[in-house]
Nanobody
């Protein structure tokens, strides 16, 4: 089992920055891939960024150059640094962990609101 707890969301103005954190507990060694997803009101959940155990990352086109995903294995924490935030980044952001056994775990989500 893997438990994920997100933090760091909030209300900011356009152009400002936020850093989200995802604290991981449980079977951290079983995790193959970690990512951040988001879901805006009335829209489907979408991928924002992924990071492998080796540190390779991928991003949605809409956030490339503005968001950075990173992981601190010593702290069992994954981060999402979000710069130059836009109103369209407003959503609930979810941390996700995928294990080598093809199991998916999700955090409870953290709200990010960007005002124009």
């Amino acid at each position: 089992q893997v438990q994920l707890v997100e933090s760091g969301g909030g209300l900011v103005q356009a152009g400002e920055s936020l850093r989200l954190s995802c604290a991981v507990s449980g079977s951290f060694f079983s995790i193959n891939l970690m990512g951040w997803y988001r879901q805006a009101p009335g829209k489907q959940r979408e991928l924002v960024a992924l990071i492998t155990t080796g540190g390779s990352s991928n991003y949605a086109d809409s956030v490339k150059g503005r968001f950075t995903i990173s992981r601190d294995n010593a702290k069992n924490t994954v981060y999402l640094q979000m710069n130059s935030l836009k109103p369209e980044d407003t959503a609930v952001y979810y941390c996700n962990a995928k294990t080598y056994y093809n199991l998916d775990f999700w955090g409870q989500g953290t709200q990010v609101t960007v005002s124009s």
